[in-house]
């Protein structure tokens, strides 16, 4: 109820108080940033061992990568072109591609796959296949591509439908949670 004229109001929905927050952080109100990290903090983990589901140790360091980044970089943020949470969505994509690269870069650069199957005589002597998908090009153009229609069909649909798909399959939230989210 309203202080001054006792009217009842409408309770904020989550995404609401989650784009009220960033417009008070755009605004200098640094304090509202825990309001963000709270809102969104659980996307983050999510996506982060949905990329790295081996590496379990670098999740807390990532997750920090893509918080600082979304610290230094949130007055890109446009309400008109997404809503926060795609938007945020894809600076944690962005984040995580670029840490697998960056991953990817380390471990080749270390030692070649090639020297570990020579022996003395420099020629081939083990023969296998490494299942990783970083190791298979075809799996990992199916994965891209199937990544890429999702991404599309998703684009399709009304944006109410769409963040109920994002927070049940990416953020793992419950149907009670998604209800209280987007009340």
């Not at 304090?31 to 963000?36: A, K, N, Q, T």
């Not at 944690?92 to 022996?119: G, V």
């Not at 599309?152 to 939230?173: D, N, S, T, V, W």
Request: hydrophobic share 35%; aromatic share 10%.
């Amino acid at each position: 109820y309203c202080p001054y004229c006792g009217h009842k109001r409408e309770a904020k929905t989550a995404t609401e108080q989650l784009e009220e927050a960033v417009q008070k952080f755009q605004a200098g109100d640094e304090g509202s940033f825990d309001v963000i990290y709270k809102s969104v903090s659980k996307t983050a983990f999510i996506l982060v061992n949905s990329f790295f589901p081996e590496e379990r140790s670098e999740h807390e360091d990532i997750v920090q990568d893509i918080f600082l980044h979304t610290y230094k970089k949130i007055g890109l943020y446009d309400p008109e072109r997404a809503s926060f949470t795609n938007w945020f969505q894809k600076v944690a994509e962005n984040k995580c591609i670029d840490r697998y690269r960056a991953m990817k870069k380390k471990n080749s650069s270390t030692i070649s796959m090639e020297s570990l199957t020579m022996d003395e005589d420099e020629k081939k002597a083990t023969e296998f296949e490494d299942e990783r998908i970083e190791f298979n090009p075809a799996a990992m153009m199916e994965r891209n591509e199937i990544s890429r229609l999702i991404r599309e069909l998703m684009g399709q649909l009304p944006e109410k439908q769409r963040q109920c798909l994002m927070l049940k399959f990416l953020a793992h939230y419950d149907i009670q949670e998604i209800a209280e989210k987007l009340e």
